[in-house]
C-alpha cells in the first residue's frame, strides 16, 4: 500500500509537471506572436511568477520538455524560446516591484540567449541549416531591445544596470546571429530592420549619455552638504548590494579545458563570487583583492541546481571548442557584463609567442604578451594587476622574448 501511494504520488507530480510545460510552451509561443510587429511592445503577461507557490511545476515541466528536445537546431529554438519566457516574467516582476526576482529572470534571459545562439552555432559546425534560427533570433533580439529599453524608462534605479547588461547581451546576439548568416539574407535582414535600428541605437546611446551625464554631475558638487549628501548615498548603496561590478579583462582570453583564467575588474566581493561559463557556474570564489579572481576552464556546463541538495533536472553539458560568455556574480548577488574566451581543442605548438594567442592589447595601443614560447610549449603567463591599468608584473621568469 505504501508503495502504491508513493508510485501515484510520483504520477501526480509528473502528470503536474507536463501540463505546466503544456503552459510554458503555449506562453513562450504567445510571447513571440505578441513582438512580431514594430507596434507590440508588451510582452504576453505569464500567469505564473517565480516566487509563486506553482512555479516550481512550471520550472519542472520546461525540464521535462527540454529533456525530450533533441537535436541543436530544435534546441536552439526551445532556448529562445525559454528566453522570451524569462524576459517576460522579469517585466512583470518589475511591475510589482519585485526587483531581485526581476533581476534574477533577466540574467537567466541572457543565459538562455547565449544557449540558443551557441546551439545554433554547433549546429551550423555539424552542416546543418541554422538559417531560420538566426533570422529568428535577429528578429526577437531586436524587439527585445525595444521592450527593454521601454521597460528601463520606468524601471527603479537599482534595476537599470542589470536591464542595460540585458540589452547589451541583445545587441551582441543579435550581431552574432546576423554574422552567420549568408551575406546577401544578411544585407536584406538588416535593410528590412534598418529604420527600426537606428531609433533603437539611438535610444542606446542616450541612455549611455545620460549615464555620463550623472558622473558629471560630481564635478559640480560645491557645497560640502552636497558632498556629505552624496557619500551617505554611496554608502546606502554599498551597504544593499547595489554597487556596479564589471569585468574588464579575461587573461589568457583561450585556452584549453583545465588551464587557468585570471578575470580583472572591480565590485567582486572576498567570498562567495560565482563565475558564470556560458549556461554552468562555478561556485564559492574567492577574490582577495575585490580587483581580480581566478578559475580553470571547467570540463563540463553545471547548472546551478546541481550544486543544491535537491534533485536537478537540468543536465550538465560537456565543453567542446568554441567561443563561451564569462560573467561574475559577486556575493551581493550583483552580475557583471560579459566577455567571451575561446575554448581550444588542444595545446599549441609554438615557435614564437605570437602562435600561442594574441597579446593584451590596452585601450592606449599598448601591448602586453599574455603567452610565452618555451621549447615549442605555450606557457601563460600570470598577471597579479590588470597590466593595462597598473605596471605588469608577470611571474614567468622563463619568457624568453620579454628577457631579449
Known amino acids: 500500500m505504501h508503495k502504491n501511494t508513493k508510485v ?34 508588451q510582452l ?27 537535436g541543436k537546431v530544435n534546441q536552439a529554438k526551445r532556448a529562445l524560446e525559454l528566453s522570451q519566457v524569462r524576459l517576460a516574467e522579469g517585466q512583470a516582476l518589475l511591475e510589482k516591484n ?29 552542416g546543418k541549416n541554422v538559417d531560420g534560427v538566426l533570422l529568428r533570433i535577429s528578429q526577437e533580439t531586436l524587439k527585445n531591445q525595444q521592450v527593454l529599453l521601454n521597460v528601463i524608462e520606468k524601471a527603479p534605479e537599482q534595476a537599470k544596470f542589470g536591464l542595460q547588461n540585458a540589452i547589451r547581451a541583445s545587441v551582441k546576439e543579435r550581431q552574432q546571429a546576423l554574422q552567420g548568416l549568408p551575406e546577401q539574407k544578411r544585407r536584406d535582414v538588416e535593410t528590412r530592420d534598418f529604420n527600426m535600428n537606428e531609433v533603437i541605437q539611438n535610444k542606446i546611446e542616450e541612455l549611455e549619455l545620460e549615464d555620463v551625464e550623472k558622473l558629471d554631475v560630481l564635478e559640480d558638487l560645491d557645497t560640502d552638504s552636497e558632498l556629505e549628501q552624496l557619500e551617505d548615498e554611496i554608502n546606502k548603496i554599498e551597504q544593499t548590494g547595489l554597487k556596479k561590478i564589471f569585468i574588464s579583462r579575461l587573461i589568457p582570453e583561450q585556452g584549453v579545458v583545465g588551464s587557468k583564467v585570471t578575470i580583472f575588474g572591480q565590485g567582486f566581493t572576498e567570498t562567495n563570487n560565482t563565475i558564470k561559463f556560458s549556461v554552468g557556474i562555478i561556485p564559492n570564489i574567492e577574490s582577495k583583492t575585490g ?60 615557435e614564437s609567442s605570437s602562435d600561442c594567442g594574441k597579446p593584451i592589447i590596452c585601450s592606449d595601443g599598448k601591448e602586453y604578451p599574455a603567452w610565452s614560447c618555451n621549447d615549442g610549449k605555450c606557457d601563460q603567463i600570470t598577471y597579479f594587476k590588470d597590466p593595462c591599468s597598473l605596471t605588469p608584473s608577470p611571474t614567468d621568469a622563463t619568457d624568453k622574448e620579454n628577457k631579449e
Open 44 to 70: 504576453t503577461k505569464p500567469a505564473i511568477l517565480p516566487g509563486g507557490p506553482l512555479y516550481f511545476f512550471k520550472r519542472l515541466g520546461e525540464g521535462f520538455v527540454n529533456l525530450f528536445t533533441f
Open 98 to 126: 519585485k526587483i531581485d526576482l526581476a533581476q534574477k529572470s533577466n540574467e537567466e534571459y541572457q543565459t538562455m540567449l547565449s544557449e540558443a545562439s551557441l546551439f545554433a552555432q554547433r549546429a551550423q559546425k555539424e
Open 8 to 41: 501515484i504520488l510520483f504520477g501526480t507530480i509528473i502528470l503536474v509537471a507536463l501540463f505546466f510545460s503544456s503552459i510554458t510552451f503555449v506562453k513562450a509561443e504567445d510571447t513571440i506572436v505578441a513582438t512580431s510587429t514594430a507596434d507590440a511592445l
Open 291 to 350: 580587483q581580480e579572481l581566478s578559475f580553470e576552464v571547467p570540463s563540463s556546463l553545471d547548472p546551478a541546481c546541481s550544486f543544491n541538495k535537491l534533485p536537478c533536472l537540468m543536465f550538465s553539458k560537456s565543453v567542446v571548442p568554441g567561443k563561451y560568455e564569462v560573467s561574475v556574480i559577486n556575493g551581493n548577488n550583483a552580475q557583471s557584463n560579459m566577455l567571451s574566451f575561446n575554448v581550444i581543442e588542444k595545446e599549441v605548438k609554438c
